[in-house]
C-alpha cells in the first residue's frame, strides 16, 4: 500500500489475473466437484489453495447459472469470510476485483455480475467490521462506490425460477448496512 492509501502494484496485478484468467468453475473444478466441496463444508485444507480458489470464484459471481453463482461461489466465499479463512491479502484482491463490477457502467445485461458483486463486497464490509484490515481511504471508497451502486440501480428483477436471484437493490442494501454498522465509518459517511 502507498502512502495514499493506493494499493501497491502487486495488489492490483493478484486481482487482475484473477478475474482475468479464472474461468467459471475455475480450471481444475468443475460443477460437481464444487457441490462436492460444499457438501464437505468447503473444507480446503491447503490454505493457499483456498486462497486461490476464492479468487477464481470470483467470475463465477456473474455466471448465469444460479447453482454456480449462489450456491457455489457466493456460498463458499461467504462461508470462508465468516470462518477467517481468507487473508486480509486474498479480501484486498477480492475488493479490487469486485469494485470495478459495481460501477454503473460496468454492468452486464444479464443484471447478475453487479448485484453478487455487491453482496460479496457486503462480506468484504462485514469482515472488516469484525475485524478491522481496510485502511480507512479503502472503506471511503467503499463506502462511496456503495452509494454510487445502489443509486444507479435501475434493474429491479428479482428471483425468477430458471434463473434465480439478481436482487441488486437489496444486494446493495446488504453492502451499505454492513458499512452503517462499522464504528469506522465516519458519520458523514454513514449520511
Given at each position: 500500500m502507498n502512502p495514499l492509501g493506493k494499493p501497491g502494484?502487486?495488489?492490483?496485478l493478484a486481482?487482475?489475473?484473477s478475474s482475468s484468467i479464472a474461468a467459471c468453475p475455475p480450471a481444475g473444478a468443475s460443477k460437481e466437484s464444487l457441490l462436492a466441496s460444499k457438501?464437505?463444508?468447503w473444507s480446503v485444507a491447503d490454505d493457499a489453495r483456498r486462497q486461490r480458489l476464492a479468487l477464481e470464484l470470483l467470475d463465477c459471481l456473474g455466471n448465469a447459472d444460479p447453482v454456480l453463482r449462489d450456491d457455489l461461489a457466493f456460498d463458499a466465499l461467504s462461508r470462508w469470510m465468516r470462518g477467517r479463512q481468507l487473508t486480509p491479502a486474498t479480501m484486498q484482491s477480492v475488493?479490487?476485483?469486485?469494485?470495478?463490477?459495481?460501477?454503473p457502467a460496468a454492468r452486464d445485461a444479464a443484471g447478475f455480475g453487479a448485484p453478487f458483486a455487491a453482496l460479496a463486497l457486503a462480506e468484504i464490509a462485514r469482515?472488516?467490521?469484525l475485524q478491522p484490515f481496510l485502511s480507512t481511504d479503502q472503506r471511503d471508497r467503499l463506502v462511496r462506490?456503495?452509494?454510487a451502486y445502489l443509486?444507479?440501480?435501475?434493474?429491479?428483477?428479482?428471483?425468477d425460477a430458471h434463473d434465480g436471484w439478481r436482487h441488486g437493490v437489496a444486494h446493495g442494501a446488504d453492502l451499505m448496512l454492513q458499512l452503517a454498522l462499522n464504528p469506522a465509518i465516519a458519520r458523514d459517511e454513514v449520511d
Open positions: 502494484a502487486a495488489m492490483l486481482a487482475a489475473m457438501q464437505a463444508g475488493r479490487l476485483a469486485l469494485l470495478p463490477r459495481i460501477e469482515a472488516d467490521r462506490a456503495g452509494a443509486s444507479s440501480v435501475r434493474d429491479y428483477r428479482g428471483f
